[in-house]
């Protein structure tokens, strides 16, 4: 890689990263803004869970993200409680794809379209996460407990609650995934590399 390239990369990773920083800063508000819209979305998707489920999400006291729900078994007539954190679930991995969008080398017109689709697949993408929380805890030994799994299938769904739902790491690359897949075109690899430069370079050597 030559030193243009490394350059060019290096300027890409520094301005994705001052922008999540700037996103992920405590500014006032917007940590409570988020969790309510958080909260409107799960419970307009999930509040009547499959045929039995019922469940209610509620601001928690405490910090801005802080969210406490309520499952029931609507059948059993039981419920039990849980609580995730909107920033965790959510916010983070919107900010870190909106970053890494945003410092792609694009044109403008083309940047604000992607950022657009980053934000909308990154809502399908919490929506799915927080769905295979509800899967992953109703299917534990409880009172409330909807669903019996088999091994295999329960041995599938910790995974997947570990590695998607629990685990920092799947937060990042579900958010480099995503940034792939709504941002970047093969043409686009040149242009972050700053590979682009060098073959017309070669190209005018060559002549």
């Given at each position: ?178 940034w792939i897949c709504v941002a970047i075109r093969s043409a686009d690899v040149n242009d972050i ?15």
């Open positions: 890689m030559s030193k243009s390239a490394i350059f060019v990369l290096a300027r890409f990773c520094l301005i994705s990263l001052a922008i999540y920083i700037a996103l992920s800063a405590p500014w006032p508000g917007v940590r409570s803004a988020y969790r309510s819209m958080f909260i409107a979305g799960a419970t307009a998707i999930y509040q009547d869970f499959g045929e039995y489920g019922d469940v209610r999400f509620e601001a928690e006291g405490g910090s801005e993200e802080d969210i406490e729900i309520t499952l029931q078994n609507v059948k059993a007539r039981t419920a039990g409680g849980a609580n995730i954190h909107s920033g965790r679930v959510g916010f983070t991995t919107k900010a870190l794809t909106l970053s890494l969008i945003a410092a792609t080398p694009i044109s403008w017109r083309r940047r604000l379209l992607r950022l657009l689709a980053g934000f909308v697949a990154t809502q399908i993408f919490v929506a799915g996460r927080v769905g295979l929380y509800l899967l992953y805890v109703y299917s534990l030994e409880s009172p409330f407990r909807l669903f019996t799994p088999n091994t295999i299938i329960a041995s599938i769904l910790k995974t997947a609650y570990e590695f998607l739902f629990n685990s920092p790491g799947g937060t990042v690359i579900a958010a480099v995934v995503i590399l700053g590979l682009s430069g060098s073959d017309d370079t070669s190209k005018s050597r060559s002549k």
